[in-house]
T-cell receptor, first 113, second 112 residues
Framework: DSGVTQTPKHLITATGQRVTLRCSPRSGDLSVYWYQQSLDQGLQFLIQYYNGEERAKGNILERFSAQQFPDLHSELNLSSLELGDSALYFC????????????FGPGTRLLVL | EDQVTQSPEALRLQEGESSSLNCSYTVSGLRGLFWYRQDPGKGPEFLFTLYSAGEEKEKERLKATLTKKESFLHITAPKPEDSATYLCAVRQGATGRRALTFGSGTRLQVQP
């Protein structure tokens, strides 16, 4: 158990809908990262937050957004969902210091029908 | 652009048959090479971090090594429970960006 929690574990929805994925980082970690893992793309970095502020963006679509709250939990919002958004979405956290290791949560499996 | 290439894509071993997985990387200013293990449908589990060429780390049957262009994950006398996908990732030194760039992984199957 990495100490990172994600909810829900599974999510089934329809095209055009909007969903919210939630992540609670390990105790004391200030940085949160979101990654998407699909069969054909592997693990892709989406976005990073550090202590409530956006720090870096990867290949995140404009239909996707995220935020980190004062209690350091984070939410990833996916809107206007398409079939191709079906994937595993992982959250990872790290202390936020230099040379830190990222610990991953169990993931949310999203299926868009 | 950072690139990470892992080989082989898949590897099947007999229990006790040692082997190595390769991770070749191209990154501007390496600030860490990471190895993770991932079981199907689960989140990546951290194994090792290596920071400089010549560094080695060990954990049970696994040993990770690093050169200036690649890293190896050596598996000695593997057991069926070592079956998983092994992911390699790098982090570059750009200020403020600490995201990882992952390879596509090596799927390891260890047969009893």
């Amino acid at each position: 158990d990495s100490g990172v929690t994600q909810t829900p574990k599974h999510l089934i929805t329809a095209t055009g809908q909007r969903v919210t994925l939630r992540c609670s980082p390990r105790s004391g970690d200030l940085s949160v990262y979101w990654y998407q893992q699909s069969l054909d793309q592997g693990l892709q970095f989406l976005i990073q937050y550090y202590n409530g502020e956006e720090r870096a963006k990867g290949n995140i679509l404009e239909r996707f957004s995220a935020q980190q709250f004062p209690d350091l939990h984070s939410e990833l919002n996916l809107s206007s969902l398409e079939l191709g958004d079906s994937a595993l979405y992982f959250c990872a956290s790290s202390p936020g210091t230099l040379q830190e290791t990222q610990y991953f949560g169990p993931g949310t499996r999203l299926l868009v029908l | 652009e950072d690139q990470v290439t892992q080989s082989p894509e898949a590897l099947r071993l007999q229990e006790g048959e040692s082997s190595s997985l390769n991770c070749s990387y191209t990154v501007s200013g390496l600030r860490g090479l990471f190895w993770y293990r991932q079981d199907p449908g689960k989140g990546p589990e951290f194994l090792f971090t290596l920071y400089s060429a010549g560094e080695e780390k060990e954990k049970e049957r696994l040993k990770a090594t690093l050169t200036k262009k690649e890293s190896f994950l050596h598996i000695t006398a593997p057991k069926p429970e070592d079956s998983a996908t092994y992911l390699c990732a790098v982090r570059q030194g750009a200020t403020g960006r600490r995201a990882l760039t992952f390879g596509s992984g090596t799927r390891l199957q260890v047969q009893p």
